[in-house]
Nanobody, 130 residues
């Protein structure tokens, strides 16, 4: 059974940093595409970043470019989201999602919906105070 588990969330002050981890288990091989999403209270879920299996292709939402970095370590079956210069607007529950059948390239899968088809973790809370 495929499972994704996010960790690394917490509370930080504006300008601080956090690194989220998404550990995958149950895949016979590394997931083709892994994405990070977030959902703030009263708002719709939004995509943050996506990474290909090799890690060679990444895409980011405009609002995190230059602040967040997605990376992966396939030997550890883990994808990371390094978040710098955090702001109160970044407060949300952060989720990772993965698929081995993107139906195209990873970016297409990533933007296909606010909740693309695949496996999802339970989320980790990030709270940024001013």
């Amino acid at each position: 059974q495929v499972q994704l588990a996010e960790s690394g969330g917490g509370s930080v002050q504006a300008g601080g940093s956090l690194r989220l981890s998404c550990a995958a288990s149950g895949y016979s091989s590394s997931a083709e595409c892994v994405g990070w999403f977030r959902q703030a209270p009263g708002k719709e879920r939004e995509g943050i970043a996506v990474i290909s299996r090799s890690g060679g292709i990444t895409n980011y939402a405009e609002f995190v470019k230059g602040r967040f970095t997605i990376s992966r370590d396939n030997a550890k079956n883990t994808v990371y989201l390094q978040m710098n210069s955090l702001q109160p607007d970044d407060t949300a529950v952060y989720y990772c999602a993965a698929t081995i059948f993107p139906g195209g390239d990873c970016y297409t899968w990533f933007v296909s919906s606010r909740r693309p088809t695949g496996n999802w973790g339970q989320g980790t809370q990030v709270t940024v105070s001013s």
